[in-house]
């Protein structure tokens, strides 16, 4: 059934450059709940997003229990502590202060899974790229990010953990493989600059280059 597209005016084009803009990855949290049914508007939202084949094979577990969350903190205090020993001079201390995650305030936490083993699609694209899969499941969680942002809440993204130990200490299904560790809540802080560019670990290097092949 053909229907007319919505018309996105300038004005609304402004206004989603600025989401863009101000969509943070958020380490600093108020311990504040965040309402069940504004997640699972916003999830429902995030699931809009593309995947390959139609496949939809993300799969979301959201993490509650005291021992899974300590489980989870305990993993990214290992895997932080080899990332610091691999730093050295200067650039070991400008880490040593860097906040990396928002473990201890974040009042949702959201382990998001691709179901490698998914029917659904009947592998189509996935047959010869396998990997779009784990891609389809990247495009949901940046639609989140950006839906997240819009409702006033800040994402964090936790990769400084061990995949396969935290899908281990979480109960996942063999056949699901972490491609996200997420923190969800209200921020403390409102920047729209990168917090790692804030504190001098890393400047933006501009836009990507197009390369034109002839």
Not at 6 to 32: N, S
Not at 36 to 65: F, K, M
Not at 76 to 97: I, K, P, T
């Amino acid at each position: 059934m053909n229907r007319e597209p919505p018309a996105f005016d300038a004005a609304f084009r402004e206004r989603l450059a600025l989401l863009f803009a101000w969509r943070r990855d958020v380490r600093r949290f108020r311990p504040d709940p965040a309402p069940p049914a504004l997640i699972g508007e916003l999830l429902d939202l995030a699931q809009l997003a593309p995947s390959v084949g139609n496949s939809q094979p993300w799969r979301i577990v959201s993490v509650e229990s005291k021992e899974k969350r300590a489980a989870v903190r305990a993993n990214f205090e290992r895997c932080n502590a080899e990332a610091l020993a691999a730093q050295c001079g200067e650039r070991a201390a400008l880490y040593a202060r860097l906040k990396l995650a928002g473990l201890d305030a974040a009042p949702v936490q959201l382990a998001v899974f691709c179901d490698r083993s998914t029917a659904q699609g009947h592998g189509l694209g996935a047959r010869t790229m396998p990997e779009t899969l784990d891609y389809s499941v990247v495009g949901m969680i940046a639609s989140l990010w950006l839906a997240a942002r819009a409702a006033g809440l800040g994402l964090g993204w936790i990769s400084i953990i061990d995949p396969v130990a935290a899908a281990r200490d979480l109960g996942a299904p063999a056949e699901h493989k972490l491609i996200a560790y997420l923190c969800l809540g209200w921020p403390c802080e409102e920047h729209d600059d990168p917090e790692l560019v804030r504190h001098g670990w890393q400047e933006r290097t501009g836009k990507g280059r197009v390369v034109t092949v002839v």
